[in-house]
């Protein structure tokens, strides 16, 4: 009877328990669920906003050869322009270069006739495509981070500067809910495990445009997200450049690669500690490097950039005043 | 005590050799099967780079070395190696080739002398694994991309950068470390920037891309 009333009395509290994490989950849970809809919803009602279709010509330059595609107007990417070319370029193009030197979004809907370069990261000039995978690996790192810690943790993430490759470390800026956590090398690496994750998944990384209302709208329940966004808004005509990848929603000014395939070899290597924010709360910076998938380098030498990529990144701290609304974050 | 070295009787090859020779599937049994591996040897040192299927192409390649090993250890008045280059090189002016061409490009090499890659096979065709066959230091276009000339790729600019900041530390070092000698003493800093580049050359041993 005694031994009945104890398991009864275990398991009566572990159910609980479970109840309660339960409740924490659904909630963060909710907001990412509610972003994603809302995210969907504008998504779709921006496509159903194009209404009669416009022809626009595309004027491709490269391999195998010049041609002049004609595509369907905002509705085409370059993507679409790449799927009439041939597999190998969809799959190899990272970056999309509009009349020579506007670079854009593979999955962004072409506007007006114009002409298409397709970047890879092995062509003569890869600067842009290499900015772009950077940007690509914060906001990926973004995605890991809130994938991988738990509720109880009180991870918010907070921006990442602009990407400086000659730092030698991607970053991405976050509050989490402590003063003292010392990364240990094992938690590093399940967050690499977890980048890793993500780029064997194949996602497409998906770009929107949207009102500052409508991103106020979204980011009501992330507290330093909902103070960036007036000045965001205020640079780009009231208007907020929005990141998509599986349920993952940032702020970026782009552009990103067409998808996390495009990471290949990547280290999460340093979490430093910038200040204290609050009673509870305090800034820290993920540091990673990567390299894209293709790119076989020795381990010796991946290692010394290892080594680099673990100093404390000297960008812009999001602790610091704006001082300069360009430099803010999310470039 | 008066036994010759073992290890210096035959020439060591620089390539992973199989412990057990393949059988090569013919009719006329082993004598077919040395045949087919003396036609490709041969053509291996005629045209310097062929696309065959994996397993001839893996079983001709330690032939092909070995013989080249043989020549430059030898050279042409060696009774035995000259027998040995006339069996495998079923067109006799090769032979010429082989100790008045290849000997002197590959007598200083310390890698192999032959190069293997692996290609892609045909489809729809035989579900056969092909490869590329070559000698090295041959006339031919590279098949592999050279990623390490164009400083502009991605590990290219963050190995300069790592590079530059690893200069700059021993800099700062040597800097630090003269001036705490030199202490109260006055140093021209000319001295010191005149001295730097001589050290980072000798201890900098950063890796280039591979």
């Known amino acids: ?331 | 005590m008066n036994q010759a070295d073992v290890s210096k009787l035959i020439s060591q090859l620089r390539i992973a050799v199989r412990p057990k020779a393949r059988n090569l599937k013919n009719k006329d049994g082993p004598e077919g099967r040395l045949l087919k591996l003396r036609k490709t040897v041969t053509a291996l040192v005629k045209h310097e780079r062929i696309e065959l299927y994996y397993n001839r192409a893996d079983e001709a390649r330690g032939y092909a070395e070995l013989l080249i090993s043989n020549a430059i250890r030898h050279g042409d008045r060696h009774k035995a190696t000259m027998e040995l280059a006339d069996y495998w090189l079923l067109e006799k002016q090769l032979v010429h080739k082989l100790f008045k061409v290849l000997v002197p490009r590959y007598e200083n090499f310390n890698v192999s002398y032959t190069r293997m890659y692996k290609a892609p096979r045909d489809y729809p065709g035989m579900y056969y694994k092909k490869s590329v066959l070559e000698l090295r230091g041959n006339p031919y276009p590279a098949l592999t991309p050279d990623l390490s000339q164009n400083r502009n790729l991605l590990h290219n600019v963050l190995l300069d950068e790592a590079r530059k900041e690893f200069k700059r530390e021993q800099l700062a070092e040597l800097a630090n470390k003269l001036a705490a000698e030199s202490g109260t003493k006055s140093t021209t800093t000319t001295s010191v920037t005149s001295d730097m580049p001589k050290e980072q050359k000798t201890e900098n041993e950063t890796p280039t891309t591979v």
């Open chain 1, 1 to 331: 009877m005694s031994v009945v009333a104890k398991l009864h009395r275990t398991t009566w509290s572990t159910l609980k328990q479970l109840q309660q994490n339960g409740r924490k989950a659904r909630f963060s849970a909710s907001a990412t669920t509610s972003r994603n809809d809302l995210f969907t919803h504008e998504q779709r009602r921006q496509r159903e906003a194009v209404g009669r279709v416009d022809k626009i010509e595309v004027r491709y330059m490269g391999q195998p050869e010049d041609v002049t595609l004609v595509m369907n107007k905002h509705i085409s990417t370059p993507y679409n322009c790449a799927q009439h070319l041939s597999e190998g370029i969809c799959k190899r193009s990272a970056l999309a270069l509009i009349d020579g030197s506007v670079p854009w979004d593979m999955h962004r809907p072409l506007p007006e006739s114009c002409t298409l370069q397709l970047l890879h990261f092995f062509v003569a000039e890869p600067h842009l495509v290499n900015k772009a995978f950077w940007r690509s690996c914060s906001f990926m790192l973004g995605a890991a981070l809130s994938r991988i810690f738990k509720t109880e943790a009180r991870l918010q993430l907070h921006s990442f500067p602009s990407p400086n490759i000659k730092s030698g470390s991607f970053v991405h800026d976050v509050v989490l809910g402590t003063h003292t956590w010392e990364p240990t090398k094992a938690e590093m690496r399940a967050v690499s495990a977890e980048m890793v994750k993500l780029a064997a998944r194949d996602i497409p990384i998906e770009r929107l445009e949207v009102e500052q209302e409508l991103a106020q709208e979204m980011f009501k329940d992330s507290r330093y997200k909902n103070a960036q966004l007036p000045s965001i808004a205020q640079q780009n005509q009231g208007r907020v450049t929005l990141y998509r990848l599986d349920d993952h929603i940032d702020i970026s000014r782009g552009p990103m690669v067409g998808s996390t395939r495009f990471l290949g070899k990547c280290t999460i290597i340093g979490a430093h500690k910038l200040s204290n924010k609050g009673a509870t709360d305090a800034f820290y910076r993920f540091q990673g490097v990567a390299l894209p998938s293709g790119f076989m380098l020795n381990h010796v030498a991946y290692s010394l950039l290892e080594q680099r990529a673990q100093k404390l990144n000297p960008a812009r701290l999001p602790n610091e005043p704006f001082e300069d609304q360009q430099q803010l974050q999310l470039s």
